[in-house]
């Protein structure tokens, strides 16, 4: 039986322990949030009711209790706990947990290995680990921000189950917040209290991420002096924050998904909104102008041609000029291509005409082969072919593809934009693909 009496933090060195390692929870009916994977008769609670762990990797934001999650399995289950980093770990350092796990094992013993960051850990090194989960020497939790699929070997994933754990939620980070205020020795010695709507602007600002909320909190204590938490001291802490953004993970593709479809959904407010995250973020600001030449040619196109020498000319200037004057560049080109009329005709005319492609090898017309030579003439290479500018308005009318896709129309322009008199100008010159 678990004593649930136990404090984590009773000696000197609680002062300089950060509040939320203070206020980490160690058993399982204190841990809040993730009730989809701890509530009764859920995964990981029915593995702690019955004592039994298993391999696992733990994938979500920062924040969201893995950590905690791995100390309490290790807790109930009675396993020998050991906390390796892949940030600063190394083979050498997983191969002595798991002599250890080998020596207990032969003892009756589980030990579990919480990897930390296990996405930084390269093939070789998670190679290392792999082995010892599968003659059971240890109960691998790996934990990470970013996709799994992408970062976690295959063979390591079929032998561990990957949980995910979601943002907590407004009423969890509440929850979590009043617990610190009412049981941390150090805040209450402190007479901490907060003026009207602190409270809920701390949860507000944790965004998900207790680890977070309770940093700001504990930021604005110390700059309070006498425990009243202001509005002014909040927001002060909240700037010396930086905002969580994994540039190869999960948050990067989703960010980035975000302000493309803000682009292409003509909502400039949106797409600026995300953009600043990524640029406050650290992101690449070439990689967001990258983004922005291919949404004008795939998303705009011929509806306003002029979208795609903007976002060009914006990818050559940000590679010119650098951060932060570029973020005005960066934003003049997201509010010109959210405003600019929309069509994907060119990305699908592409597509279109790829599938025609793909479906046969057709014979080009003889009368617009190449004949570069006599004997090419006289297999009838060009022959009769018909040079547009000879005639008025420079057209005359031919056919161009081959014999089985003759009248094939890959190209449907729209009405929005400079598309439009593209549209009206193809129904004239080819009524029978434009006109119908």
């Known amino acids: ?24 929870p160690a058993f399982i009916d204190q841990y809040i949030g993730q009730e989809h994977l701890t509530a009764k008769g859920r995964i990981i609670r029915s593995a702690i009711d019955g004592g039994r762990a ?16 791995a100390k309490i399995i290790a807790v109930h289950c009675g396993l020998e706990y050991h906390y390796l980093s892949a940030v600063s770990s190394g083979v050498a350092d997983v191969r002595k947990v798991i002599t250890s796990g080998e020596r207990n094992r032969q003892m009756g013993k589980q030990t579990l290995l919480f990897l930390d960051e296990i996405h930084r850990f390269n093939k070789a090194q998670q190679d290392a680990v792999l082995g010892a989960v599968e003659s059971g020497d240890i109960v691998l939790i790996g934990a990470t921000t970013e996709n799994p699929s992408f970062s976690v070997i295959s063979p ?5 189950r990957v949980m995910k754990l979601q943002r907590l939620t407004e009423k969890s ?14 805040l209450k010695e402190g007479n901490i209290r907060f003026e009207d709507g602190v409270k809920e602007n701390l ?30 001291a909040v927001c002060e802490a909240f700037e010396s924050t930086v905002l969580y953004y994994d540039r190869k993970g999960d948050r990067h593709y989703d960010t980035i998904s975000a302000f493309i479809k803000s682009l292409r959904g003509s909502d400039p407010d949106a797409a600026l909104y995300y953009m600043s995250r990524m640029i406050m973020a650290g992101e690449d600001p070439e990689f967001i102008a990258r983004r922005m030449v ?4 795939e998303d705009i196109g011929n509806a306003s041609p002029a979208a795609l020498n903007m976002a060009v000319t914006t990818m050559t200037a940000v590679k010119s ?31 279109n005409a790829k599938e025609a492609a793909l479906s046969g090898d057709y014979e080009i017309p003889l ?16 022959r009769d072919y018909q040079y547009p500018h000879d005639y008025e308005y420079n057209f005359v009318k031919d056919e161009y593809l081959p014999e089985e896709l003759k009248s094939s129309k890959f190209y449907n322009p729209t009405e929005n934009g400079s598309e439009k008199s593209i549209k009206e100008r193809l129904m004239q010159l080819w009524p029978e693909r434009y006109g119908k």
Not at 173 to 186: R, S
């Open 294 to 297: 291919i949404l004008a040619s």
């Open 203 to 232: 949860v507000l600002l944790g965004n998900g991420d207790a680890r977070r909320m309770l940093n700001i909190l504990e930021v604005s204590f110390m700059l309070s002096g006498d425990g009243l938490i202001t509005e002014k």
């Open 173 to 186: 980070l509440e929850t979590i917040l009043n617990n610190a205020v009412e049981t941390d020795h150090i």
């Open 367 to 382: 009368h617009i082969r190449n004949a570069p030579t006599g004997l090419m003439k006289k297999m009838n290479y060009g």
């Open 1 to 24: 039986m678990v004593d649930q009496n136990l404090t984590l933090f009773n000696g000197p060195n609680e002062n300089i322990t950060p509040l939320a390692e203070r206020c980490r």
């Open 156 to 160: 390591l994933l079929s032998r561990a």
């Open 54 to 69: 298993f391999s696992m990797i733990l994938w979500g934001d920062p924040g969201t209790g893995k950590t905690t999650l």
């Open 321 to 351: 000029i650098g951060m932060p004057e570029s973020e005005i560049i960066l934003s003049q080109c997201a509010i010109f291509l959210a405003t600019s009329p929309k069509s994907n005709a060119s990305y699908m005319a592409i597509k």
